[in-house]
């Protein structure tokens, strides 16, 4: 459906994605600054919330102690949190065609949305997104924006800026180590049997295979590249890579951004394991395939009248 999509229409998503961005971030705040529960009370592998209301590990705020995770809707920080991602991305693709009230606006709700969600994983996807767009609209801009970072990185200090930024309970977390460990065990998932190799080892379990080969235990393998490489095997990785690869370049990169936002949050979640960011991943693929700058005039296929 995405795929047909004519000039107009994509413009129609963002307007929806940004209309949920916004409810988000609303709900967001009324549960971090108000009523200091989540409106949906997800289980995640067992955790459940105790009778006295304790708020679960995963839902503990790195970036502001002692404040909750906002989950909104999705009830979860990550899923909600990849959807800020795309939509700051989209902003920055199509800036020509928004007014500047609505860049800044959606912006703003897309950074203090990650910011509310607690996910740095998210904010370094802002960054990457962020730093890739200035570069494509002026290399001077670029080498500027490097070199102010540079130097308020010198005046700051890297120890104060790493308290301030909190790298340093970012590497120091189970977050971290069990990111890093997944992403270790690459390795490890070539020196299968053949089949499994070439083919997978089928839907869901991950679980079960990285268990395995780092031992412990693992409710969620956070990485989609090696979910990917463990459902569906080398073959499968290797054309999902080239899916995102082909989508991020066709049409003279018109979709660049959004699919590097996806990417940068593909190392640390797990997207295309929850339907709502999976949906929100095919629609941005299957929109890059479209000319959506200068395609006014340009025909539906006959599947899109049906």
């Keep these: ?24 971030v609303v ?19 067992g955790r459940q919330w105790t009778s006295d209301g304790l708020i679960p590990d995963y839902l503990q705020s790195n970036i502001f102690p002692g404040l909750l995770r906002g989950t909104g809707t999705l009830g979860h920080p990550l899923p909600m ?8 991305a989209f902003t920055l693709a199509f800036s020509d065609q928004l007014d500047w009230r609505v860049r800044w606006i959606v912006c703003g709700l897309a950074i203090g949305g990650c910011l509310l969600a607690g996910a740095r994983s998210a904010l370094v996807a802002v960054a990457v997104v962020f730093v890739i767009a200035v570069y494509r609209r002026s290399v001077v801009a670029s080498v500027f924006t490097a070199v102010v970072l540079y130097l308020g990185y010198q005046l700051i200090g890297s120890q104060k800026l790493h308290e301030a930024l909190g790298i ?20 490890a998932l070539f ?24 031992g412990g235990r693992f409710s969620a393998v956070d990485n989609q590249f090696v979910t990917t490489m463990i459902a569906s095997g080398l073959i499968g990785l290797l054309l ?28 640390s979640f797990d997207a295309m394991s929850w339907h709502a960011t999976l949906a929100l991943t095919v629609v941005v693929l299957g929109i890059s395939g479209q000319e959506l700058v200068g395609g006014g005039n340009r025909v539906p296929s006959k599947g899109a009248n049906h």
């Design 81 to 88: 949190a990849f959807f800020f991602v795309v939509a700051f």
């Design 168 to 187: 340093d309970s970012l590497l120091a977390s189970g977050s971290y180590t069990h990111r890093s460990r997944v992403i270790a065990s690459l390795p």
């Design 240 to 267: 999902f890579v080239a899916w995102l690869v082909r989508s991020a370049w066709v049409n003279h990169g018109q979709l660049l951004l959004p699919i590097v936002g996806i990417v940068v949050m593909f190392m």
């Design 191 to 214: 020196d299968q049997p053949l089949l499994r190799l070439l083919f997978g080892s089928g839907y869901k379990a991950e679980g079960k295979v990285i268990t395995a080969i780092l």
């Design 1 to 24: 459906m995405s795929g047909n999509l004519i000039h107009a229409e994509p413009m129609v998503i963002y307007a929806g994605l940004a209309t949920f961005v916004a409810l988000q």
């Design 27 to 45: 709900i967001s705040i009324r549960e971090v600054f108000y009523s200091h529960s989540p409106i949906w009370r997800l289980s995640m592998g």
